[in-house]
């Protein structure tokens, strides 16, 4: 993102509900930007692998 850039939608999160925001503006034309604190995005519907289970 370049620093003078403007911005049309600022979303938190990279969740269902944030992926679905940005795709929805991104069809109007909008330019979104998603802000994530974890290292993947999915938020509740990822999958974790943990000791060869997956969640």
Known sequence: MEKDQKLNVI????????L????EA??????PV????DR???GISKTVNYKD???
């Open 11 to 18: 979303i938190s999160g990279a969740g269902p509900a944030g």
């Open 20 to 23: 679905t925001a940005a795709y």
């Open 34 to 37: 998603v802000f994530e604190k």
């Open 26 to 31: 991104c069809k109007k034309r909008l330019s």
């Open 40 to 42: 993947e995005v999915g």
């Open 53 to 55: 289970y997956l969640f």
